[in-house]
Each structure stands twice: as C-alpha cells, then as structure tokens.
DNA sequence: TTGCGTGCAAAGGTTTTGCATGGCA
DNA sequence: TGCCATGCAAAACCTTTGCACGCAA
C-alpha cells in the first residue's frame, strides 16, 4: 500500500519530527515552525497532504479537540489504537494509551449499563498529565 | 446574570430547539435549517452569538469533535455536567450522561495507574447509541 | 428612552483544491 | 521517462468582529 512513493526530504524531516514526538499530539503549525527552523521550509499544503496520507495508511491519530485546528500524532500501526482510550493532556500535548484490562471494563460497563456501543477511534479524555500537574501545583501563585 | 436580557422570537425559537434536543448534539447549521423551517431565518452571527451567551452562562456544552463544526447541547445547569463524561453518538448525536457511580472508578484508575488527572469538560466519549446499534444490525446488507 | 438584539458586510483562521512545475526512481 | 511530490494561488468553510439599525422593556 504504502509502496509507492518516493522518499523526499521534506517527508523525512516531517516523519522524523512526528517520531521523535510520538507521545505528543502536534499541529500543523507546530510541523511548520520545527521546518523552518530545520532550514526546510514546507508549503502548508504539502503538510497537509502528506498528513493527510499518513492518517489514511493509519500511521497517524488525528485529534479535533481544540475546535479551530486539528493535531496529530504518530502511532505504530500494530498498536491496535482502535481497540483503547487515549489520554491527552491539555498542557503539553502528551499522549498516553490506555491499553490496560481496565479497558475493557469500561467497554462493559458503558455497554451494559448505558447501551453503549464504544468507538475508541476518536474518543479521547482530557486532562493534566502528572509532569503537568506538577507544574501547576508549584506555579500555583505565578501566572 | 442572565436577567438583563429581552425576550426575542428568534431566541425563544431557539431556545425550544436546543431544550427539544437536550439528549442529542445540535450544530449551528441544524439551528439554521430549522428555523427557516420554522418560517423565523435569523442571521449565522446571531445564532453564534446567542449560543456563545449560552455556553458561557453554562445552559450549554459546546462540543467541537466533527473536527471542522462545533456542535450544542442544552443542559439544566443543576446537573454538573462538570463532574462526568459524555457519550456521544457518532451516527445521531445523542448524548448519555456519565453520571454514575463508574465514573469515580474511571477517574480513580487514570490518576492511580497512569498519574493522570481527568478533566470532563471536554472529554467525550464517541460510540453507538442502543437504537443507532440496532439499526445498523439490521441495515447490514443495505447501504 | 435605554441598551440589548439583529443583520450585513468584512475579516480571520484552518483546510482543501486545481494546475503547472519539480524531483525521485 | 513516468509518476509522485511540491509550490502557488485561489477557494471553501466555519467563526468572529465592527457598525448601524431595530426593537423589547
């Protein structure tokens, strides 16, 4: 599927970016910014697109919180990303799979007592993570 | 806080919309087509602009999966809807509230297992509702 | 009359599309 | 050479903002 197609210096510099920041979800503003300042600056619309190829390969999560613009994050395809919950923290951008037993148990109880059928593909919780909460407890007083 | 404001046959239309669907998500453009049907067009900015009233004086949750569209909900501001998840359905729109017992188990397990802490306001979960389950049971071979 | 509500037009931002050019294999 | 990738410009789309007018109280 993914046979064909050539290996650019652009996709390298984006894939390699979207690797290195697997336990993030990023934007296209963020690829943008981190291209530039790697001295290879990319059309929007490449960005884009090549984005857009990754998510449909499944090698990407695409997340539509924040309302005005969606962030991405790279996944291994043998992750089985369908089958949990992600965690996504709203300070940083991490991300962390919920691929425990507990899973389950919420599919169980969604199902049984609310019949409801869950899709964990774009489902997603948010919160703090611990680093993040951290933060915020020390800066409390600060802004 | 919500005193000073005039009582207007767009916002009353409105209104009856939102508090008529108050189990399910409703987009601007579903307001829109409605009240045309309702022989009573108002203008996107003031649908905008009232629902921004709305959200900000909490009768409303502003849901912005669909990645491009944000869509509503009316909730009686009595029910926290703060303190637990949602279930969405991804084919209808309707919402479940999460507000049992389950709930602290889920928000005990994230923090103790994962050292998250979970913020419900924005988290929803995406799934099939019981009636959209049965339908696509049937419909199976039809498209 | 006061000041909130509305419509209109314009702008902002993100994302998509068409077309011609450039570059990998 | 053949096909994919890219850049550029323009458009589509949702949403926000400014300003003047209309209307409820």
């Given at each position: 599927?993914?046979?064909?197609?050539y290996?650019?210096?652009?996709?390298t510099?984006i894939m390699?970016?979207?690797?290195?920041?697997?336990d993030q979800?990023?934007?296209?503003?963020?690829?943008?910014?981190h291209?530039?300042e790697?001295k290879?600056?990319v059309?929007?619309?490449?960005?884009?697109?090549?984005?857009?190829?990754?998510e449909?390969?499944g090698?990407?999560?695409?997340?539509?919180d924040?309302?005005?613009k969606?962030?991405?994050?790279?996944?291994?395809?043998?992750?089985?990303?369908?089958?949990?919950?992600?965690l996504?923290?709203?300070a940083?951008g991490?991300?962390?799979?919920?691929?425990?037993?507990?899973?389950?148990?919420?599919s169980?109880?969604?199902?049984?007592?609310?019949?409801f059928?869950?899709?964990?593909?774009?489902?997603?919780?948010?919160g703090l993570c611990?680093?993040c909460?951290?933060?915020a407890?020390k800066?409390?007083?600060?802004?």
């Amino acid at each position: 599927m993914a046979g064909n197609q050539y290996r650019t210096n652009s996709r390298t510099k984006i894939m390699a970016y979207l690797t290195a920041n697997r336990d993030q979800a990023v934007s296209v503003k963020d690829i943008d910014i981190h291209m530039k300042e790697e001295k290879c600056p990319v059309n929007l619309t490449t960005i884009y697109r090549y984005l857009d190829k990754l998510e449909k390969e499944g090698s990407l999560i695409r997340y539509t919180d924040e309302g005005d613009k969606a962030t991405y994050q790279y996944v291994d395809r043998e992750r089985k990303c369908g089958e949990h919950l992600h965690l996504k923290c709203t300070a940083c951008g991490a991300v962390v799979h919920l691929d425990c037993e507990f899973m389950d148990e919420i599919s169980s109880h969604v199902l049984e007592h609310h019949g409801f059928l869950l899709q964990c593909r774009n489902s997603v919780l948010y919160g703090l993570c611990e680093k993040c909460r951290e933060k915020a407890q020390k800066g409390k007083n600060t802004d």
